[in-house]
């Protein structure tokens, strides 16, 4: 079983640029498929991106595309998620979410078994 904490949350203004972490700890990181989720007040949790157990396959959301980037590092136990020009809508809790034994990228929620507490990113103007 994997234990996810997220960081790298803060406040930043419209059109700046934050780095999310995801650190993975209790079981073998790369046999997990990743992905990050964001949840704004009275909305659903969102897709933003999503990266196979190597890292060579990437998804992101059609929010996100072009801004932000899922990267991570096998060796560091560690899933990042980049996050350039960001807008007022980006304002939500990001989590990171996790799902073992099968490789590939995962838009639905359903998909993931483990999750992390989130992380809360404001985008001020």
């Known amino acids: 079983q994997v234990q996810l904490v997220e960081s790298g949350g803060g406040l930043v203004q419209a059109g700046g640029s934050l780095r999310l972490s995801c650190a993975a700890s209790?079981?073998?990181?790369?046999?997990?498929?990743m992905g990050w989720f964001r949840q704004a007040p009275g909305k659903e949790r969102e897709f933003v991106a999503a990266i196979s157990q190597s890292g060579r396959v990437t998804s992101n959301g059609e929010s996100v595309k072009g801004r932000f980037t899922i990267s991570r590092d096998n060796a560091k136990n560690t899933m990042y998620l980049q996050m350039n020009s960001l807008k007022l809508e980006d304002t939500a809790a990001y989590y990171c979410?996790?799902?073992?034994?099968?490789?590939?990228?995962?838009?639905?929620?359903?998909?993931?078994?483990?999750w992390g507490q989130g992380t809360q990113v404001t985008v001020s103007s």
């Open positions: 209790g079981s073998i990181f790369s046999s997990y498929s």
């Open positions: 979410a996790a799902v073992r034994g099968r490789d590939g990228v995962y838009s639905s929620t359903r998909a993931y078994d483990y």
